[in-house]
């Protein structure tokens, strides 16, 4: 049974340009979270998506967008990069009515 | 700011040894969760602990919580060098539809 899936695992960027990342959620969960986690630190919720819909967002500019497809998976785009935004990208799935996640192994995002 | 605060910051023991982190939060949780991640990569999921549970084991794991006190703690006996990570609590509070992490222990097992 497959967990989440990320891609790409490694992403190099330029300040300014714009980034997709790409999320599978484990067979059987509906919902997908999005958080950045910076080195050192706890990771930090993006924003959440059910039902094709961001549900929930958490303290992140508009530069931060995302959309779920009809499959359940999900896409994390950032437009106009900062430095600051490097970053692991981390994804997690779960079911409605379930509290645990199950998280992917990240995209490391480097804006150089 | 982030709602949960783990302590210590950095735990170094030997192998063998029980190993305890603590985790504080600020207000009421819907549950507690804790994760474990390896060298900066995806976070495993360990335990999760409803708001009307006191205690739950899994295997080497024992997590308590203390919902008068706001605080959890994670006990990892007889550690082995597989231990070696950071761990992470992490609150589910009523309709918040998120986890909110705290800043993560160190745990370093030596040999």
């Known amino acids: 049974d497959a967990g989440v899936t990320q891609s790409p695992t490694h992403l190099i960027k330029t300040r300014g340009q714009q980034v997709t990342l790409r999320c599978s959620p484990k067979?059987?969960?509906?919902?997908v979270s999005w958080y950045q986690q910076a080195l050192g630190q706890g990771p930090q919720f993006i924003f959440q998506y059910y039902e094709e819909e961001e549900r929930q967002r958490g303290n992140f500019p508009d530069r931060f967008s995302g959309h779920q497809f009809p499959n359940y998976s999900s896409e994390l785009n950032v437009n106009a990069l900062l430095l600051g935004d490097s970053a692991l990208y981390l994804c997690?799935?779960?079911?409605?009515?379930?509290?645990?996640?199950?998280f992917g192994s990240g995209t490391r995002l480097t804006v150089v | 700011s982030q709602q949960g605060e783990e302590d210590p910051q950095a735990l170094s023991i030997q192998e063998g040894e029980n190993a305890t982190m603590n985790c504080s939060y600020k207000?009421?949780?819907?549950?507690l969760q804790w994760y474990r991640q390896n060298s900066g990569r995806g976070l495993v999921h360990l335990i999760l602990i409803r708001s009307n549970e006191r205690e739950k084991h899994s295997g080497r794991l024992r997590v308590t919580l203390d919902t008068s006190k706001k605080s959890s703690s994670l006990l990892i006996t007889a550690s082995r060098a597989a231990d070696t990570a950071s761990y992470f609590c992490?609150?589910?509070?009523?309709?918040?539809?998120?986890?909110?992490f705290g800043q993560g222990t160190r745990l370093t097992i030596n040999p």
């Open positions: 207000t009421s949780i819907n549950n």
């Open positions: 067979s059987g969960h509906d919902t």
């Open positions: 992490a609150t589910d509070f009523w309709g918040a539809q998120k986890l909110v």
């Open positions: 997690a799935s779960s079911s409605t009515g379930y509290g645990g996640y199950t």
